[in-house]
């Protein structure tokens, strides 16, 4: 332009300030570019900062949401845990309880046990001991009347006076060894 004024016989301008049509033209292509700019372009930005903004918020809503879930589920965990440990002493307990309870059982069965082997025992013990105190009666009854026909010089045959004579003889025994 400054060559084209130095054609036309204008004065030389200043470099500086620009010719007014320059300024006109700059004026204008900058409100249209602003208005394009803010029409089109701006929008677009905004909605996809805030389709960004969403999605960043959205992530973090869910990433909450997924944290509070699993502390949820953290707890409810927990809370079985604790459940299924109770629930394992009380069992340990029970089964404790059991075996005592057998083992009293057990042990009450073992002593019954026992007495009815003690008591069968001292039965036949004191069979036992009568029929040996009957043999040894009948055979200190033989020898005593064998000895007592030695010294007598007769004979105590007679079985029914000799059987008299042997128990009074061990009856005389007995109330001696009572005393």
């Known amino acids: 332009m400054y060559f084209l004024a130095a054609e036309g016989g204008e004065a030389a301008h200043n470099p500086i300030i620009p010719a007014w049509?320059?300024?006109v033209v700059?004026?204008?292509a900058f409100i249209v570019l602003c208005f394009v700019l803010m029409k089109f372009v701006f929008p677009r930005?905004?909605?996809t900062f805030q389709a960004r903004v969403d999605a960043i918020e959205g992530g973090i809503k869910r990433a909450e949401a997924a944290q509070a879930e699993a502390n949820q589920l953290l707890e409810q965990y927990r809370a079985q845990l604790a459940e299924a440990r109770t629930d394992a002493a009380k069992i340990r307990d029970d089964a404790r309880a059991d075996a005592e309870g057998i083992r009293q059982d057990i042990l009450a069965k073992a002593r019954e046990e026992s007495d009815r082997?003690?008591?069968a025992g001292k039965e036949q013990l004191a069979a036992e001991r009568a029929t040996i105190v009957r043999e040894l009666r009948?055979?200190?009854g033989t020898i005593a009347v064998d000895l007592a026909s030695?010294?007598?010089g007769e004979s105590l045959a007679d079985e029914a006076?000799?059987?008299g004579t042997v128990d009074r003889f061990l009856s005389g025994l007995e109330s001696t060894g009572a005393r």
């Open 21 to 23: 049509e320059e300024i």
């Open 26 to 28: 700059g004026g204008i």
């Open 45 to 47: 930005m905004e909605q």
């Open 117 to 119: 082997i003690i008591a």
């Open 138 to 140: 009948t055979e200190v």
């Open 150 to 152: 030695r010294i007598v």
């Open 161 to 163: 006076r000799r059987k």
